[in-house]
């Protein structure tokens, strides 16, 4: 009898483009984000009185109908001691990438929408934080999907971790230090940690000063006028820097944490 056909080889285990990769992980971070809602909201508890009681409603984003979630004001944190975190060794920025921890914390901070918007300096805006530019052909009041909010948070997360890591040269950094930097690029914008514009923040790093760099975390304006996110933001940032606390200083520990 005549051998039969040879069978197609299959690969085990394939390996997703690179890009698919990113995009599972951002949405398996939505996905948790969503759960931590919902334990929030099982959970029953109000807002606690205080500066940060009143916050922007969907505070967890993609809350604003990005990943189909209702609009409704998320429920408080419940105050609690900060959770500790174990410090990672220092290694150089060139081997470190931004965590799930900062993606969600830089996801719960600027929210999300899929209509162009100005933001507090009267810049075009969409998605997580995502500044217009001329290449997007957006203009305010369009509508975007939620593929392209995606492509725009992994498109300025990465250059938000290139800033950081021709800002900080051969300065090795933890995991945190590594995503604070990353969340003050991504908040501020590279061109305003430069020399210039940030002779205090590039002395630090020059000088390997860890305390000073972490002095230099905060960014209160936005178009030269005080912004209290800003203030909240940066207070939230140094934490992240010097004691690896990812937990928003204003609210204590997410319901969904606290046991």
């Known amino acids: 009898m005549p051998a039969p056909p040879p069978l197609p ?4 285990h394939p390996t997703p483009p690179s890009g698919r990769r990113r995009r599972e992980k951002l ?10 809602r919902r334990s929030r909201s099982r959970r029953g508890r109000r807002r606690t009185p ?4 009143r916050k922007r409603k ?9 990943m189909g979630l209702s609009s409704g004001a998320m429920p408080a944190s419940v105050p609690a001691p900060a959770v500790a975190k174990t410090f990672d060794k220092r ?6 990438s931004a965590s799930d921890d900062l993606l969600e914390t830089v996801i719960e901070e600027e929210g999300a929408r899929r209509t162009v918007y100005r933001d507090v300096a009267g810049y075009p805006t969409v998605g997580v934080g995502h500044l217009v530019s001329r290449a997007d052909h957006l203009r305010v009041g369009d509508r975007v999907s939620r593929d392209r909010v995606l492509d725009f948070l992994e498109q300025d997360i990465a250059e938000a971790q290139q ?17 604070a930097l990353v969340d003050l690029a991504f908040n501020v914008g590279q061109g305003n940690l430069s020399a210039e514009h940030s002779p205090g923040l590039n002395a630090a790093i020059q000088a390997r000063d860890y305390e000073a760099i972490a002095a230099e975390l905060d960014y209160h304006h936005a178009d030269g006028h005080m912004a209290r996110g800003l203030v909240y933001r940066s207070e939230r940032r140094a934490n992240m820097f010097l004691n690896a ?7 204590g520990v997410p319901a969904a944490l606290a046991a």
């Open 27 to 36: 949405q398996s971070i939505v996905a948790r984000l969503r759960e931590r």
């Open 91 to 96: 290694r150089p920025a060139a081997l470190l």
């Open 245 to 251: 606390s990812y937990t928003d200083p204003g609210e």
């Open 163 to 179: 800033g950081v890591r021709r800002l900080v040269g051969d300065l090795p950094l933890s995991q945190n230090e590594y995503d």
């Open 9 to 12: 080889s299959v690969a085990r």
């Open 58 to 66: 969907a505070a967890l984003a993609f809350s604003v109908g990005v």
């Open 50 to 53: 205080g500066s940060l009681a």
